[in-house]
Structure formats: structure tokens, C-alpha cells
């Protein structure tokens, strides 16, 4: 597998939005434990569970928190479980990329601006109020493409481009959707992908790709998995200040302190100096001991400089 493409799914230490113990609290981790806890509503209080899905009819008839609640509403399945597990690995990547801000608005848009289109839509014709639940995976697959277009040379056990990996997951959705006769699934899907890569290119990722979009870089980029609140930097003080009064700032002021400047050399220095080098030509400078050399190089430096 390449490191890329595992990359998708590490888990990344994100700024959360609260911590539990040692354990910060993402925007992942609360959707997929609301899309778990509603695994038991379902099978606990059935009524309640009802109000979550989104229902094309029932948002025009001002049921309006559908818009919002319906990628949590998961049924007990060990296939939605499964892509509750995935979502929950790849997402830590895609809110690392994005930041705690950012990815709240994207998973917003991708939750309210295909499920808005086609509550409009659904008055002309009734087949495309004809729904099957989505959950997370939508917003898996919205994340997958958005990754690809972000990273286009990603390739799936490096062999398959990540882009094709997307683009398979899409089909073999759409096929279902319109072997039921699910149209509203078809326009609801491709409104997901679209509104996922416009979306993502928007603030900032899925840049490999010319995707159109409107610049929303700097939206949400205070809160980000960077976004930690950052301490105010001192004021410096000025020049005139008693505490930096007569001390000089500049890129200098680390650096180590100057020699102090060599003491003049002495007759016998020289005489010193001159009995090493007689040494020396006489029987090399491997005849020197390690004090003796040291000694040379002392008064070679002296006397040169006096």
C-alpha cells in the first residue's frame, strides 16, 4: 500500500472541539457516535428514529431539521456500521486537511444543499421523492473525491488511481439507485459529488482539478487543526526602556563573543617559536607531542599578529 493512500486512513491528532479525558472530541468522532447511537434508537424507540431520515415530502411540510439530521439516521447493519468505521478513519484525514472549521462547513454543505435540491425538485414528478437512506457513506464518498482531486496521483495498493476508486463507488451506486427507479437518488448523488468537489475546492482543497469555484479559503480558517488559540506575542520594549538601555538588538545578539585580542610576543616567544621549527626540520612535525603543537600554533598566531 502507499504512503499516501494510507495516509487516508491514520488517525491524526485533530483540534477538537472538547476533550474527554486525554481524548479530543472532533467533528468525526460526534458523527459517528451519533450515527451509532441511532442504531439503537431505531431498534429502542422506532418513533423517535423516524423524525431523523431525510423525507423529500416531509421537509416541504416544514419538517425542516430533516435537512440536518438525516447522515446520522443508520439502521442496524453491519454494512452501515462498516461505513461508519470507514468514515470515521478517513474523516480525521479530511478534517486534518481541511481544519475543525472548514470541514464543519463542508460537511454542512454537503448535508443541506443536495437534500434542498431536491426537496425543490420533488413537485415535479413523484419518483424523484423516492428516497434510499444514504447516512455517512454519502459524505464518505463526497470526501473520497474530494481527496482524490486534492491529491491526484494517490493510487489505491499502488496500483489504481484514487479517482477511479470514486468513480467506481459512484456507479455502482447509481446503478442501484436506478435499477429501484430511484430517481431522486440519482440527482440527490451527483449533487452530493458535485456540491462535495465545489464545496472542498472552495476552502481550500481539490486543487489538482479545474474545479469552479467561490474563493472561501480564509472561512473557517481560525478554528482549524492548527487553530489553536495563539498566544499574543509580548510587546517589545523600546530602545529607551531602562532594562534595554545601552544594549543594541539586532541578528548579531547570539552570537558567540569576540577573542580577546592576542597579548604581544616576547624575545623568548620567538626564540620558542624559532627552537619548534628547527625541531621540526630536523625530524618533521611528527617529532612534536600534542602540547608542543599546540604550543606551535599559539605563538604562530601570536607573532603574527604583534
Known amino acids: ?51 431523523l431520515p431525510f423525507v423529500p415530502t416531509l421537509v416541504r411540510d416544514f419538517e425542516i431539521w430533516r435537512l440536518v439530521t438525516w447522515p446520522i439516521a443508520a439502521q442496524p ?93 459512484t456507479v455502482l451506486n ?26 472542498g475546492r472552495s476552502l481550500g482543497l481539490a486543487t489538482g482539478w479545474p474545479i469552479p469555484h467561490i474563493p472561501l479559503a480564509g472561512v473557517g480558517s481560525g478554528s482549524g487543526s492548527s487553530g489553536r488559540s495563539k498566544k499574543k506575542s509580548k510587546p517589545k520594549r523600546s530602545a529607551g526602556s531602562s532594562k534595554s538601555r545601552g544594549v543594541v538588538q539586532g541578528p548579531w545578539k547570539n552570537a558567540p563573543a569576540p577573542m580577546p585580542p592576542p597579548t604581544a610576543a616576547s624575545p623568548a616567544d620567538q626564540a620558542e617559536l624559532d627552537s619548534l621549527l628547527d625541531k621540526i626540520g630536523a625530524n618533521g612535525m611528527d617529532s612534536l607531542s600534542g602540547d608542543e603543537k599546540k604550543r606551535l600554533n599559539d605563538l604562530s598566531k601570536r607573532l603574527r599578529n604583534r
Not at 487516508?8 to 451509532?36: E, Q
Not at 470507514?86 to 463542508?106: D, H, S, T, Y
Not at 446503478?175 to 458535485?194: D, K
Open 1 to 51: 500500500m502507499s504512503d499516501q493512500f494510507a495516509a487516508i486512513f491514520r488517525r491524526h491528532p485533530n483540534d477538537g472541539w472538547f476533550r474527554v479525558g486525554n481524548y479530543d472530541i472532533t467533528t468525526t468522532d460526534i458523527l459517528c457516535a451519533l450515527s451509532v447511537f441511532s442504531m439503537f434508537l431505531w431498534g429502542l424507540f422506532g418513533s423517535a428514529w423516524d423524525r
Open 77 to 169: 447493519s453491519v454494512w452501515l456500521l462498516l461505513g461508519v468505521v470507514f468514515f470515521w478513519l478517513f474523516g480525521q484525514q479530511l478534517e486534518a486537511l481541511f481544519g475543525r472549521g472548514k470541514f464543519v462547513i463542508w460537511v454542512l454543505a454537503l448535508t443541506i444543499v443536495p437534500a434542498l435540491v431536491l426537496t425543490l425538485l420533488g413537485p415535479l414528478g413523484t419518483s424523484i421523492d423516492f428516497m434510499v437512506q444514504f447516512g455517512l457513506n454519502n459524505l464518505f464518498l463526497g470526501g473520497i473525491w474530494v481527496y482524490a482531486a486534492t491529491y491526484p496521483g494517490v493510487k489505491w495498493f499502488g496500483v489504481v488511481p484514487l479517482w477511479a476508486v470514486a468513480a467506481v463507488f
Open 174 to 199: 447509481l446503478l442501484q439507485a436506478t435499477g429501484v427507479g430511484a430517481n431522486g437518488q440519482v440527482i440527490f448523488l451527483l449533487v452530493s459529488v458535485a456540491v462535495a468537489l465545489v464545496t
